[in-house]
């Protein structure tokens, strides 16, 4: 019989220490898009971004998406807070505030169309959208509005500035400073081995693990926290044993 223990678990995956970094994102095109992954600090080739987890942040010009919402499976999203900028506030901020009001991608309506020469519709992050504004001389400006995004897993936090859009004297070419080492910790109330977070530990619960393990569906971050059996910070063919263990058991 299955011991049905309810855990109770505020979890803090303090994947990327307090580092600042600062980079330039190639972005010049007009229709292809740029990944990023905060984990390897650099630019990444992404074979499916709408359904990969390696993508944290992804570039087109001045739009950037985060692997969340319409963009992707991550649980990322951003934040801005339009009435403080970086330049006053960046070297004395050390913490993400308490009550953040995430946004995750959706569709808008300014992308330009070399061929039309007008703006269509395409997806990206409202929040990390208002970094900079064209103005009467087709001038980016950038804001340096205060902005915090989450990373892919949904836990890492960023202080994201992009702070320039003209590296090498060319527009699309995106100065990006950003600071790790802030999680948003997850309160998560279930049972070990409850992968689909239903109270019930079945058979159900091994297609879920068995799926994610093969790279075929994605976890939120407490049905990670339940699958990891063994608490190894792994999640692998070992839980798959485990939950059947404990289901035979």
């Not at 689909?196 to 159900?204: A, H, Y």
Request: glycine share 6%.
């Amino acid at each position: 019989m299955i011991s049905k223990v309810i855990i109770l678990a505020s979890i803090f995956n303090f994947l990327f220490t307090q580092e600042e970094f600062f980079i330039t994102i190639p972005s010049t095109s007009y229709s292809d898009w740029v990944y990023f992954s905060v984990e390897q600090n650099s630019v990444i080739q992404v074979e499916d971004p709408e359904n990969s987890l390696e993508w944290d942040f992804a570039f087109q010009r001045k739009h950037i998406k985060t692997n969340s919402g319409l963009s992707g499976i991550g649980n990322g999203g951003a934040y801005v807070d339009s009435s403080m900028t970086w330049t006053d506030t960046w070297n004395n901020t050390n913490s993400i505030p308490e009550s953040i009001d995430w946004l995750e991608d959706v569709t808008m309506y300014d992308f330009y169309d070399l061929q039309t020469h007008t703006f269509v519709e395409g997806i990206k992050n409202p929040a990390l959208n208002a970094w900079g504004w064209f103005n009467d001389t087709y001038q980016l400006v950038p804001t340096n509005y205060v902005m915090y995004a989450k990373c892919a897993n949904g836990i890492d936090v960023v202080k994201f500035w992009a702070y320039d859009y003209y590296q090498n004297n060319a527009g699309g070419n995106v100065s990006l400073r950003y600071e790790t080492g802030f999680t948003i910790p997850i309160e998560c109330q279930g049972l070990s081995g409850d992968v689909n977070l239903d109270n019930l530990i079945n058979v159900v619960d091994i297609v879920t693990l068995v799926g994610y393990v093969l790279g075929n569906s994605s976890l939120d971050e407490c049905q990670l926290f339940y699958s990891d059996l063994n608490q190894d910070e792994l999640i692998n063919v070992v839980d798959i044993v485990n939950l059947v263990s404990l289901i035979l058991n």
